[in-house]
């Protein structure tokens, strides 16, 4: 064995060690920001099927997604506060009153963080069978914040 040639073997299996780590962290670093861009989608999803869920009657699957959902998604307040919608009209017609009244007002105190209510993208029976619920669930002062333009 030539001299150094030990000294060469060890020196080059420390290189192959650091580019190892190296591309270990670069492909932990990538996946990272993809898996943020998942849960976003997963609870986007959700919503959908809960939503899906009420239009075709299965509210209690609508319910369980729809809460979920709306758990996942408190940084959209659009979308946190559709998942709400959807869910008071799903929790009415189970008959849960309490889990009813709840959503409806997480409408309200969502809209008094960011006022998206008035400019949901909501089918209009759904905006109707929402605001019937919800005059009869909220105080008078909570449907007054949600009817302002």
């Known amino acids: 064995m030539p001299r ?11 290189s192959l060690r650091s580019m190892a780590a190296a591309v270990v962290i670069t ?3 990538a996946a990272v920001p993809s898996h943020a861009a998942t849960v976003n989608d ?24 729809l809460k979920l959902a709306s758990f996942g998604l408190l940084d959209s ?22 889990q009813a009244r709840a ?10 963080i960011e006022a998206h209510y008035a400019k949901l993208d909501l089918p209009e029976k759904t905006r109707k069978e929402f605001e019937t619920i919800a005059q009869k669930m909220l105080t008078d002062v909570q449907w007054k914040m949600l009817e302002k333009p």
């Open 103 to 112: 959503a409806a007002t997480h409408v309200v105190a969502a809209d008094r």
């Open 27 to 29: 492909l932990i670093s």
């Open 42 to 65: 997963f609870y986007k999803s959700l919503l959908k099927r809960g939503v899906e869920h009420v239009n075709s009657g299965n509210f209690e699957a609508a319910a369980s997604e």
């Open 4 to 14: 150094g040639f030990a000294v060469s073997i060890v020196l080059m299996k420390n």
């Open 77 to 98: 307040i659009p979308l946190y506060e559709t998942a709400q919608i959807y869910l008071t009209i799903a929790a009415q017609h189970l008959g849960r009153e309490p």
